[in-house]
């Protein structure tokens, strides 16, 4: 312990913060000065890792919820050797690896992509119960810490009702949060927005508080001994910070804890830059520099990390001697690979609903793949995942040998939390609601898209046959919405998210071994409420028929020099199958019927096979309970699509389809009208 040196080090990430921010004239400097003391004290003398193998799966994990305090976390690591001088000096450029907001860069030591507040900290809550999950089954191995950021405009994001409440409702100790409270926000300072006593709130939900003076360098460390020794709880260290700690005037004098000095170059404040570089410490003719001191302290630092990490995986090399078992099923984990599976052994129930034949489905997986996690906001016997449920058990404080998690209402929490235990990586996290409620999911679905998690999410009760819930619950534009991530490429270049509506229940199985080979992309399974007729089959069984429903799209029905092609999704498919067996008899018609289950895909096939399914310059008529928007990117410019453009209705589904035109008779004389219209 070198109280000069711990001071000049946290003074260093101070310049060098600032200095980013000023080059790029784009950034956020004083939150990331007052954070420097704990992230210094916590990354040299508590966070475990090995700095020669950034991603080794036993090490304790930093997750910012603060993103807009990515010059902080550039700056520690940079002193850590992980990034290099121009890497800090090109800060929020094209092509940098410092982008302004965190990206996922494990390599690195960036362990989440963060920026959209109070999503940071509950992934954070979802790598703690990741960690917890893997030491039930392989004690003594993953138990290392989970450490979080936050700032105050994370603890006001509704999230964080969720995450706080789960994590103390589970007992998260593995997990330690450092809120930096400085009483200061973007546009005005916290007081003008709350007057709630943080500490007590985080208490009622079951966390350890402690607070402290998050410049003291001896509190800090007292307060993370604190939170190590406790056994039951998630603690909060309250960090009671300075926004802009080091900043002067021209003259020399203090400029600090000011709301200006939160998002904007010290350069355009009061503050003097040069003149803070010199308080700092620092040289303003080269403010990149690491300090000389603070360059051999760290070096020592990192070598003395390396070396603890060898002494670990000394101990965890003996332990797979000794288990080897056990060794293969965690490496299986690690690896992200699945054990050999059968979903056509799944039996499914004829003409029936698909949220039942995905329960059918988690049933199975329950019993053959033993490190995934299925988590429901209080809907378990509504979408089905109680199939899952009823083979496993709910995770519990001090009981984490289950595999369902009981999130509560608390959808877009949930979600988090999901990418959180994906990011941890060795489980595979699966998300289950209402699909009209992904509305309250998507900043975590869209953060899982950027991030390339394999996240997968099963939304049920997926059309207006929701029935009598009534417009509230009828999802309309919900497919539309999430199809357009489909339409999004990931830094990639891959599709950010595959969206899978199966026709009927063999399909909702060929669909979860879709999603389940889906490890690059976060998946989506829209399953209906209601029952469907089967689909029936054109092959040796339905289910190699559905098999071609991995190229996005396929054929249900066919015949040669169709005069019309019929394309839909989901239970539309099975509605226009009983059209156009009475067109065939009534209209002596030839019909192909195509389900589309995923457009995305689908359109990633070669055009040959495309045009194989949906020809161009034929006739094609799309059905979609959803907005017509739907399948209009897939009937070509002669097409017709015939969807809702109107919110839902309480009546029973058959009222419904009734009104809304969704019977078979109705869609018969719907596509008779397109003929004609057509000649």
Known sequence: MNKTIDNLAADNVRALAISMVEKANSGHPGGAMGGADFMHILYTEYLNFDPTEMDWPFRDRFFMDAGHLSALMYAQYYLLGNYKKEDVQNFRQWGSVTPGHPEVDVLRGIENTSGPL????????????????????????????????????????????????????????????????????????????????????????????????????????????????????????????????????????????????????????????LKTLINLGANPESPFDIYEEVKTHYSKIVAKKAEDAAYKKHQIAAWKKENPALTQKMDLFLSGALPELDLSSVVQKANAATRDASSAVLAYLAENVENIIVSSADLSNSDKTDGFLKKSSVLQKNDFSGAFLQAGVAELTMTSIANGIALHGGIIPVVATFFVFSDYMKPAIRLAAIQELPV???????????????????????????????????????????????????????????????????????????????????????????????????????????????????????????????LEKEKNLKINVASIISEGLFKQQSKAYQESIIPTGKLVFGLTAGLPVNLEGLIGDSGKVIGLAHFGYSAPASVLDEKFGFTSEHVCAEILNYIEESK
């Open 118 to 273: 109070g999503q940071g900290h509950a992934m954070g809550v979802g790598a703690a119960i990741a960690a917890k999950f893997l030491d039930a089954r392989f004690s003594g191995l993953f138990n290392h810490k989970i450490y979080g950021f936050i700032t105050d405009g994370g603890v006001q994001e509704e999230i964080s009702q969720g995450a706080g409440r789960i994590a103390g409702h589970l007992g998260l100790n593995n997990f330690i949060m450092f809120y930096d409270s400085n009483d200061v926000q973007l546009s005005s300072m916290t007081d003008e927005v709350t007057s709630e006593n943080t500490a007590m709130k985080y208490e009622a939900w079951g966390w350890k508080v402690i607070t402290i003076d998050g410049h003291d360098h001896e509190q800090i460390r007292k307060a993370l001994n604190e939170a190590h020794e406790e056994l039951e709880k998630p603690t909060l260290i309250i960090g009671k910070t300075i926004m802009g700690k080091g900043c002067v005037t021209s003259n020399g004098d203090m400029y600090e804890g000011e709301c200006e000095l939160h998002g904007k170059p010290i350069g355009d404040t009061k503050a003097d830059y």
């Open 456 to 582: 997968k999410y099963v939304w049920t009760h997926d059309s207006f046959r929701v029935g009598e819930d009534g417009p509230t619950h009828q999802p309309i534009e919900q497919e539309a919405q999430i199809r357009l991530l489909e339409k999004i490429k990931n830094h990639s270049g891959n599709q950010s998210l595959l969206a899978l509506r199966p026709a009927d229940a063999i399909e909702t199985s060929v669909a979860w071994d879709m999603a389940l080979k889906n490890t690059k992309t976060p998946t989506g399974l829209i399953l209906s409420r209601q029952n469907i007729a089967a689909i029936p089959a054109t092959g040796t069984s339905r289910y190699q028929d559905a098999t071609q429903a991995e190229k996005g799209g396929y054929l249900v029905q066919s015949t040669p020099n169709p005069d019309i092609t019929l394309i839909a999704n989901g239970s539309e498919v099975a509605t226009l199958i009983a059209a156009a067996a009475l």
